[in-house]
């Protein structure tokens, strides 16, 4: 239950995404469609927003002033189902060919970086005091890791650096309902 308008937050989501390719972020209804799931994850989702500033002070300490220089955001998460086509929206160099029942998917190779940018939407049902949403542009930096165990499911942990969404600069789109009773 909410207390003054706050809400406790229970639970993990869906991570949507979709080429980022006109400059305008679609609506919900196109880009929460199967068709743009990732894959649904495990572990949640960690969205981490990280300010730069420079500071400086005179010798006495007597004053100081801040500025921010840099704001450094990433939204992490682990993909449980995937298959190879989800490898090209984690890598910029993967590419895949499907033929006779059988898909191939080549990876590597700086001359076959596609310079893709996304819309990364991580979305958390909650129909009691309303749905979330965090809404990032990037990419995936941080590569990835295949871990084929015996005993336990291969998760890619994905990891979207965020550029700048508009012309504010804006790195977060954050959205939640509010209820209205």
């Not at 949640?44 to 010798?59: I, S």
């Not at 590569?143 to 504010?168: M, R």
Request: contains cysteine.
């Amino acid at each position: 239950m909410a207390t003054a308008g706050k809400k406790i937050v229970l639970g993990s989501g869906k991570l949507y995404i979709a080429e980022f390719s006109n400059g305008t972020i679609p609506d919900n209804a196109t880009l929460e469609v199967d068709s743009n799931l990732l894959g649904l994850i495990q572990g949640g989702a960690t969205l981490e927003y990280k300010p730069k500033f420079y500071e400086v002070t005179d010798d006495l300490g007597l004053v100081q002033k801040n500025i921010l220089t840099d704001e450094e955001v990433t939204l992490k998460s682990g993909v449980m189902t995937w298959n190879g086509k989800t490898l090209t929206k984690l890598c910029s160099t993967a590419r895949v060919t499907e033929s006779a029942g059988k898909r191939t998917v080549k990876i590597g190779g700086i001359g076959n970086q596609d310079g893709k940018s996304y819309v990364i939407r991580f979305v958390h049902e909650d129909p009691t005091d309303g749905d979330i949403r965090v809404t990032i542009v990037g990419n995936n930096q941080s590569g990835f890791s295949l871990a084929f165990k015996k005993d336990k499911e291969t998760v890619i942990d994905a990891e979207f650096k965020a550029l700048p969404l508009d012309s504010e600069g804006t790195k977060i789109i954050y959205e939640e309902e509010i209820p209205t009773t």
